[in-house]
């Protein structure tokens, strides 16, 4: 089946500053890669997502990229705030895992240092 | 309400306790989900409904028992439960088959003892 792998585990930036944040992913067949963030005591929420006929998607200050002959993509937060200080998941969608099924990495918990 | 709401929000029950957990999304859509979400390990899909129908069941111990009794609705009753099972339990949602983003509740921190 799919695996996902995530890094870093931790992260910690500078107010201000730039994070980047990479996921691996096995089948080259996943078409679809969505980004969560889940802050402390609520569940995680989609905050942008990107499918496989596209190499990179943007919103404000967060940008997803795909690199499909790698086989990953990243996700990349400019200009940090506080309020981006939480725990990031990738996923990836592989056809073959059936229609509804999201493998998840295992997560990077960023601190932006004020 | 918006959005997916999960209750209780915290639950904590022992070994031979029944309990239930209860999910309601407010979005229209079609297919429902329990995860299972543990420390230092990746989001575990436990069932997956659409249209009320069990799709999908990740050989979950029967000691998880879901029940979806419409698309809006989605339940896991838990019963003889053992310490490993502590965990958040997140509900998700998604459009339908073919949408594969999925909406998530803020979770059930179940602790068993």
């Known amino acids: 089946g799919e695996n996902v792998e995530q890094h870093p585990s931790t992260l910690s930036v500078q107010e201000g500053d730039s994070a980047v944040i990479k996921c691996t992913y096995s089948?080259?067949?996943?078409?679809?890669f969505p980004w969560y963030k889940q802050e402390l005591g609520k569940g995680p929420q989609l905050i942008i997502d990107?499918?496989?006929?596209?190499g990179e998607k943007k919103d404000q200050r967060i940008a997803v990229t795909l690199n499909k002959t790698a086989k990953h993509f990243s996700l990349h937060i400019t200009e940090t705030q506080p309020e981006d200080s939480a725990v990031y998941f990738c996923?990836?969608?592989?056809?073959?895992?059936?229609?509804?099924?999201?493998?998840f990495g295992k997560g990077t918990k960023l601190s932006v240092i004020p | 309400e918006t959005g997916v709401t999960q209750t209780p929000r915290h639950l904590v029950m022992g070994m031979t306790n029944k309990k239930s957990l209860k999910c309601e999304q407010h979005?229209?859509?079609?297919?429902m989900y329990w995860y299972k979400q543990s420390a230092k390990k990746p989001l575990e899909l436990m069932f997956v409904?659409?249209?009320?129908?069990?799709?999908e069941n990740n050989s979950v111990p029967s000691r998880f028992s879901p029940e979806c009794p419409n698309s809006s609705h989605l339940f896991l009753h838990l019963h003889t439960l053992q310490p490993e099972d502590s965990a958040l339990y997140l509900c998700?949602?998604?459009?339908?088959?073919?949408?594969?983003?999925?909406?998530f509740g803020p979770g059930t921190r179940l602790t068993v003892t």
């Open positions: 998700a949602s998604s459009p339908d088959r073919g949408f594969y983003e999925q909406y």
């Open positions: 089948d080259s067949a996943s078409n679809y």
């Open positions: 990107i499918r496989s006929n596209v």
């Open positions: 996923a990836a969608h592989s056809p073959g895992a059936g229609s509804y099924q999201l493998t």
């Open positions: 979005l229209g859509h079609n297919a």
């Open positions: 409904y659409s249209l009320e129908e069990r799709v």
